[in-house]
């Protein structure tokens, strides 16, 4: 019940197109969704984050997407740039809690 | 600029070893916690500490032990590296319980 699953593993987009990194989550207490980008030989970083009462939220080319009742939520990545190619966790917590559980992550390739 | 500091990017160390890995934050944060990523694994949680000398053990502490004896530095212990500890080591700091982390640049372990 405390696992984040993440789809897919790898990802391969063409510069411009749509890239999309799902994860499903099954403890109805998490309440803080963030999504971390890592780059190569650096530490994940906080890309952008989402609760429960917003269907949607949108920085930038960054979007993520929710989904309560199905216990989802993606990450788009519209017009999608060769430097957008990193490792992507999803993740999940609890206000308050101590844990985060994070997903598998996602290698995201950009074709130039 | 907020920032987590490990001690080494790169760490060799033989079979049996007893291993120090250090970490230091300059945000005071009283939450700080050591992951360690393996590929498809995503971040898995060792051991977290929500206050000076506090520790409690994450998903994964066995061969590990933390010290933390000031707000700012968490340590992570290895007291015989073993092979199947080669990995890269994460350390993290959140100002809130289930909040944003920040990620240290990482370390990376090998045992031979």
């Known amino acids: 019940q405390q696992q984040v699953k993440q789809s897919p593993q790898s990802l391969i987009v063409q510069k411009g197109g749509i890239s999309i990194i799902n994860c499903a989550y099954e403890n109805t207490a998490f309440d803080y969704f963030p999504w971390y980008q890592q780059f190569p030989g650096k530490g994940p970083a906080l890309l952008i984050a989402?609760?429960?009462?917003?269907s949607e939220k949108k920085e930038g080319r960054f979007t993520i997407s929710f989904n309560k009742s199905a216990k989802q939520f993606s990450l788009h990545i519209m017009d999608s740039q060769p430097g957008d190619s990193a490792t992507y966790f999803c993740a999940a917590s609890v206000t308050g809690g101590f844990k985060t559980i994070f997903g598998a992550g996602t290698r995201l390739f950009v074709k130039a | 600029d907020v920032k987590v500091t490990q001690s080494s990017r790169y760490l060799v160390k033989r079979t049996g070893e007893k291993v120090f890995l250090e970490c230091v934050q300059d945000m005071d944060h009283e939450n700080m916690f050591w992951y360690r990523q393996d590929p498809g694994l995503g971040l898995r949680l060792i051991y977290f500490?929500?206050?000076?000398?506090?520790?409690e053990k994450g998903d994964i502490p066995e061969g590990y032990s933390v010290s933390r004896e000031k707000k700012e530095r968490f340590s992570l212990i290895l007291e015989s590296a073993s092979t199947n500890q080669t990995s890269m080591y994460l350390c993290?700091?959140?100002?809130?319980?289930?909040?944003?982390?920040?990620f240290g640049q990482g370390t990376r372990l090998t045992v031979v």
């Open positions: 989402i609760r429960p009462d917003v």
């Open positions: 993290a700091s959140s100002k809130n319980r289930g909040g944003e982390a920040f």
């Open positions: 500490s929500y206050d000076v000398k506090m520790k």
